[in-house]
């Protein structure tokens, strides 16, 4: 602690009716006022710095100095007194400190959430396997292995619609995910095949997938251990069809034969539900998997990761009115389709330009983005306001988060005037709140909803491009 020290006063101090004060005098007087004031400064400090903390929140005359740590947890000092605060044990968790690629593998490190210390303990992530999706995959989301199944190739077919090439068994094991190739040629669909999963024994847990000509994909086993049937659909009927002459999103009904069915035993037991990929929420793909490490690699948190993922988006989407307002204009909003092309619609963006998204594709982005990060996510839908938002997990609790409503936009005089702030407004008025009741504009339909359940979703023209069931 620095004390303050007395003044030596040269000048004489002139008294009603006096002659005036010697110097000698004034400085036997100052001494004695500094004596005293020392004596108080030194009682002063003798005081706890708990006490001071808990009567002001702050130090008096003191600072915190940055994390402390050892091998068994983390604390801070006071920068004055050395007094110890904040002691607690390691939050360990695995931060990506090198992505993995095609070309080479990456690294995790085991780190403290809190104070970022290492342990010394790290893991070699597998190099991406963009072309062998049959192989083992490790999930970033998890920070898993996950095995699949290794089957063999062969020809199920449904007629001469649908043809699946791999894997050419019905029945069998896998792993969290296996993998699925075929093709479809059947110009009733624009080419296109659904494939849906159910678990067996609760038919509300199910997920469906579109295909289109030359496919093949990863199928998330997503809610738990135990029997799903996967089920292969020819299209036989469509009203409606896709947008963009099968380019975009589907928006209408349609009529099917059931086909090819599998049988499989998910011998992992985890449950995926909002962690793993789903087909609009691609977490495992290596555009979101690279995209999302950049964007979270050295922030440390639920919340740090989150707000880096939120601010990303917000920053570099405009909303897609034509999307929203054009019939037959609809693109995909998927989260794979909403990063893979840059529009340069507003100067603001160039040169890279900008998304487009209507708030199903933010919220799809925003889900892949976070579970390829580690952290579990799922969307909620409301029927009554034709919106979709999230509800996100930050550190073990829920929160709500609206990606679309914290964009900007000003007001557009058709639906081909897409105006936008511009990359720079980020706002934060639907960022982590533990209720919607109250906000501006409040959500209308599951606001509340909170738990393991996602509200259905409805059957308008603005969401026919999410999946039914779970996504």
Not at 345 to 371: I, M, W
């Amino acid at each position: 602690m620095h004390f303050p020290r007395y003044v030596e006063c040269s000048m004489i101090l002139p008294l009603p009716g006096k002659e005036g004060l010697k110097k000698e005098s004034v400085m036997k007087t100052m001494k004695i006022f500094g004596i005293i004031a020392l004596a108080v400064i030194i009682g002063f400090s003798m005081v706890s710095c708990d006490w001071l903390f808990e009567e002001t929140d702050t130090h008096y005359h003191s600072s915190y100095s940055g994390w402390h740590s050892d091998a068994d947890g983390h604390w801070r000092e006071c920068g004055e007194c050395g007094e110890m605060y904040d002691e607690a044990n390691h939050q360990w968790g695995w931060v990506i400190t090198a992505p993995a690629t095609e070309a080479a593998t990456g690294l995790k490190t085991e780190t403290c959430t809190v104070c970022n210390a290492k342990s010394g303990n790290t893991e070699v992530i597998p190099k991406e396997t963009t072309d062998d999706m049959r192989a083992p995959y490790y999930y970033s989301g998890t920070g898993i292995t996950y095995n699949g199944f290794a089957g063999t190739e062969g020809s199920l077919k449904i007629g001469s619609a649908v043809e699946v090439t791999y894997p050419s068994e019905t029945t069998f094991s896998a792993d969290g995910f296996f993998t699925i190739e075929g093709s479809v040629n059947n110009p009733v669909s624009y080419n296109h095949a659904q494939i849906t999963l159910t678990k067996v024994g609760d038919t509300t847990l199910t997920s469906s997938y579109w295909v289109r000509n030359n496919f093949k994909l990863r199928i998330w086993l997503r809610f738990g251990q135990g029997d799903y049937t996967i089920q292969v659909r020819n299209i036989t009927a469509m009203s409606g069809g896709f947008d963009l002459n099968g380019d975009g999103d589907f928006s209408g009904g349609y009529s099917y034969s059931p086909g090819i069915t599998f049988n499989v035993n998910n011998t992992r037991n985890e449950d995926g539900m909002f962690i793993y990929p789903s087909a609009v929420v691609q977490s495992d793909d290596p555009v979101i998997t690279g995209l999302s490490a950049e964007l979270t690699n050295g922030k440390t948190g639920d919340e740090a990761k989150i707000k880096a993922i939120h601010d990303y988006i917000v920053a570099n989407t405009v909303y897609d009115k034509i999307s929203s307002d054009l019939a037959g204009q609809r693109k995909k909003q998927d989260a794979l389709t909403v990063l893979g092309t840059r529009y340069n619609l507003d100067a603001q963006y160039n040169p890279k330009g900008h998304f487009l998204a209507v708030c199903e594709g933010y919220t799809n982005t925003f889900s892949a983005l976070a579970r390829a990060a580690g952290i579990q996510v799922k969307i909620i839908s409301s029927s009554s306001m034709g919106h979709a938002w999230n509800n996100v997990q930050v550190n073990g609790v829920w929160k709500f988060i609206d990606v679309t409503w914290d964009d900007p936009t000003k007001t557009e005089s058709s639906a081909t005037n897409v105006v936008d702030w511009g990359p720079s407004s980020v706002r934060y008025v639907y960022y982590l709140l533990d209720s919607l009741t109250g906000v501006s504009n409040s959500h209308l339909g599951g606001l509340e909803n909170k738990g393991r359940s996602a509200i259905g979703i409805p059957s308008a023209p603005w969401q026919h491009g999410m999946p039914d069931g779970w996504y």
